[in-house]
């Protein structure tokens, strides 16, 4: 799956900003931790600040500082102001063909999946598996449905 | 944080609670099934005790007919399609007046504890996509997609 680039820093901004939610942070001091351009991330906090999510404070230490509720607003909520997600409204070449409806409803599927994943993860919980490290001990291969 | 973390006891299902978890899933589901309670009691509240576990919630100065604040279920399932045993969480419910107060919370870990001391190292369970509460429940006790993919087929 892939995102937008400003999907991507939308979320890396929520992200930091939410991680101390009394804390205020310049477009700056954002884009420096993770290399990004303060260009294309000012025009991102604009859409966040627009949306309620982040909230522009004023002043010789003006910056962001976040405004919605970490363990509410999730990946999905953030994604969707920056693009709409998977195929919808978007055309498929053949789709009044049979076989154009049978590859709509598998890339459904799909949709559907990342739709579940992105709208079920809040940023606090993201925050919890920034913090995790992945297990060292690698999940066994499954064998085949079926065979015991 | 949380403002109010009720002090609540969690403990195995009893004979006298199965009316109270048939009256609280019919609340949380409106669908009343108590011939499937009765069966599930039968099977998980009272045999193999050491690999099932049928935990209920109530307010720590519970009386006996205080209702529950809620339920989980599971078993240790071995072999399943390859699978080495782990953990498996098939029912989970909070009194709908009672939510966002930890009782689910409590609930998952004390399951997860029966888990590990059965000598399980991972736990799977499985939600309706569409069915968001209950998957950023799950998600936030830190579970993720798992290395299986549910099917299934419409027998005509
Ligand atoms: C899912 C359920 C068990 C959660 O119970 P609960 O006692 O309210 O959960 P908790 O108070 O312990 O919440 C723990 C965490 O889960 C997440 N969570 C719970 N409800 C949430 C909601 N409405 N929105 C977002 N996150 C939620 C949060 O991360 C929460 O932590 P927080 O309160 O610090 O934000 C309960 O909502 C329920 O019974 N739902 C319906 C039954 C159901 O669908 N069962 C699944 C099928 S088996």
């Given at each position: 799956m892939k995102l937008q680039v400003s999907s991507q820093l939308a979320i890396f901004a929520v992200l930091e900003l939410s991680a101390a939610p009394e804390r205020q942070l310049s477009v700056a001091e954002i884009g420096e931790k993770y290399g990004i351009s303060s260009h294309h991330l000012a025009k991102v906090m604009h859409v966040l600040g627009r949306a309620g999510v982040v909230r522009a404070v004023r002043g010789a230490h003006g910056g962001y500082q976040f405004s919605g509720n970490p363990r509410r607003v999730t990946l999905l909520d953030v994604i969707q102001l920056f693009e709409p997600l998977g195929a919808d409204g978007e055309t498929l070449?053949?789709?009044?063909t049979e076989e154009g409806r049978a590859l709509r409803r598998v890339l459904g599927e799909v949709d559907d999946i990342a739709r579940a994943t992105l709208g079920s993860i809040t940023l606090a919980t993201m925050h919890k598996i920034v913090e995790r490290k992945p297990p060292a001990r690698p999940e066994r291969k499954a064998a085949h449905a079926g065979r015991r | 944080m949380r403002v109010t973390d009720t002090p609540i006891r969690i403990r195995r299902v009893k004979a006298s609670d199965v009316a109270k978890v048939i009256a609280l899933d019919a609340r949380v589901t409106g669908l009343p099934k108590s011939t499937y309670w009765r069966d599930l009691f039968a099977r998980f509240g009272r045999r193999r005790l050491a690999e099932r576990f049928f935990l209920v919630a109530e307010p720590?100065?519970?009386?006996?007919r205080t209702p529950l604040l809620g339920f989980i279920i599971g078993e240790v399932r071995a072999w399943?399609?390859?699978?080495?045993p782990c953990g498996w969480v098939f029912g989970l419910a909070v009194d709908p007046d009672r939510r966002l107060e930890g009782v689910g919370e409590k609930l998952f870990e004390a399951i997860s504890a029966e888990f590990r001391k059965a000598g399980m190292d991972k736990m799977r369970t499985m939600v309706a996509?569409?069915?968001?509460l209950p998957l950023r429940f799950f998600r936030g006790e830190g579970m993720m997609a798992g290395p299986y993919i549910q099917l299934e087929k419409d027998l005509e």
């Open positions: 070449v053949g789709e009044a | 720590d100065a519970a009386a006996a399943e399609f390859g699978s080495a996509r569409d069915n968001l």
